[in-house]
């Protein structure tokens, strides 16, 4: 049972990997379910601000305080997590080992996504108002430009990386993204690289099941693809 931040990482850090909330999930795996207001058995308590018991905080926090936990919209389009130990399992499924020059030529991402991801890579890291400047998306583009980072994001290429206050401190924050290169390293890259696209398909596959045995097969597949 979750009932702090605390348990979530030790029980995410066992899992492995996550929904965000469950429905962000469908139906495959995901550590809790969303709800407003107070939980009375777990002590959990959506959007109060409280660091260990409410768990729209902890996507943040995960991000300032660790290195081996990625936040991210990586499952059905939704947010969810991935630990570092399972992050070359992903990479391997999803990326195949392949650059996102490679995926641009096959057609499989946009050209929208392909701007994206030009300016947040030309940085290594940039907040959000800064990606639509540098690369050149106008107010009329928005739904674009949203459609695209989910896609980067999805094919883990792009990865939320934290936040950055805006306006001299004045409490206004804009998520930072950052490519998964520069959120992992070269290590986990490396370990993707001497692992089969199949084989990690399995592998997570199996911890899936593991988590939620009754996980409907076609979701199931979906969720290790993206």
């Known amino acids: 049972m979750i009932r702090n931040y605390r348990d979530f990482i030790e029980a995410l850090t066992d899992a492995g990997f996550s929904g965000a909330v469950g429905g962000s999930d469908d139906g495959v795996f995901a550590l809790f379910r969303y709800g407003w207001g107070a939980d009375a058995e777990t002590g959990i308590v959506w959007h109060t601000g409280d660091p260990d018991h409410d768990p729209w905080e902890w996507r943040m926090r995960v991000l300032d305080e660790r290195d081996d936990i990625s936040y991210g919209k990586v499952f059905f389009g939704k947010a969810g997590y991935i630990t570092k130990e399972w992050a070359p399992f992903f ?25 994206v991801y030009g300016a947040v890579a030309k940085r290594g890291a940039l907040p959000l108002q800064e990606i639509k400047r540098e690369a050149g998306f106008s107010r009329e583009e928005k ?84």
């Not at 883990?156 to 390293?185: A, K």
């Open 143 to 226: 739904p674009a430009f949203d459609r695209a980072l989910t896609e980067l994001q999805g094919k883990l290429f792009l990865t939320m990386c934290g936040q950055e206050h805006q306006y001299g401190g004045s409490g206004w924050s804009s998520t930072v993204f950052c490519t998964t290169e520069t959120f992992w390293g070269g290590s986990v890259f490396g370990q993707a690289e001497q692992i089969r696209p199949e084989d990690a398909f399995e592998r997570i596959r199996a911890q899936i099941l593991r988590l939620n045995p009754n996980a409907p097969e076609k979701k199931m597949t979906k969720f290790i693809l993206g």
């Open 91 to 115: 990479l391997a499924a999803r990326r195949e080992g392949r650059s996102f020059n490679d995926i641009y030529a096959d057609g499989t991402v946009s050209y929208a996504a392909k701007r």
